[in-house]
């Protein structure tokens, strides 16, 4: 059962838009949020996290904004450019535990 | 530093071969993981090790998959009579226990091709 939902599966923007990927989780027991980046041939690498005592986090260009009630948390990028175009994976974990549950990715394509 | 390396970086494989997949963890990174990533879907979590204790096989798919561990370095992923499914990348991270289990860092992967 798939535990965190990603969305969109693409997305297309031009340089200097603000691209939105949303996640979606069921279990409440979660208790922290992070974002990975993933390039062609690349494994994934940490780009930002939230814990959900805290509504929005921003490092860069890059922010969460999280949203507690509605079990939904999302990612935008800033001034979006081309070296931005990536995978972007939302994942969760319960802190018992180190599992991390991902979503199923969103493929970025910024355009110059 | 050196971050998480795999080997080999390629794999191709007959069915019903078995196959063995390395991962060097980050020195001094008591824990580590191995994650499946089948194509155009998002990480699978296969096992957990920690330290000295019972690793998490709980992600395991089949009783055809096992990893070991020597210590806190170096980590095998056999998987026995591999089928079609298994094609995937498989891939492995590490963590230090002392800051955020949560910040884990991966290696480029190894892509597995059953045949």
């Known amino acids: 059962q798939q535990q965190v939902k990603q969305s969109p599966q693409s997305l297309i923007v031009q340089k200097g838009g603000i691209p939105i990927i949303n996640c979606a989780y069921e279990n409440t027991a979660f208790d922290y949020f992070p974002w990975y980046q993933q390039f062609p041939g690349k494994g994934p690498a940490l780009l930002i996290a939230i814990r959900p005592d805290v509504s929005e986090k921003k490092e860069g260009r890059f922010t969460i904004s999280f949203n507690k009630s509605a079990k939904q948390f999302s990612l935008h990028i800033m001034d979006s450019q081309p070296g931005d175009s990536a995978t972007y994976f939302c994942a969760a974990n319960r802190g018992a535990t180190n599992k991390l549950i991902f979503g199923t990715g969103t493929l970025l394509a910024v355009q110059p | 530093g050196a971050g998480v390396s795999q080997s080999p970086s390629n794999k191709v494989t007959e069915k019903g071969k078995d196959v063995e997949l390395r991962c060097d963890p980050i020195s001094g990174h008591t824990a580590l993981y191995w994650y499946r990533q089948r194509l155009g879907q998002g990480l699978e979590f296969l096992i957990y090790?920690?330290?000295?204790?019972?690793?998490?096989k709980s992600g395991l798919p089949s009783d055809r998959f096992s990893a070991e561990r020597t210590g806190e370095s170096v980590s095998t992923l056999t998987i026995q009579r591999t089928q079609q499914e298994d094609s995937a990348v498989y891939l492995c991270?590490?963590?230090?226990?002392?800051?955020?289990?949560?910040?884990?860092?991966f290696g480029p992967g190894t892509r597995l091709t059953v045949t």
């Open positions: 991270a590490s963590s230090f226990s002392g800051g955020s289990p949560y910040e884990q860092y």
């Open positions: 090790f920690q330290g000295n204790s019972a690793p998490d």
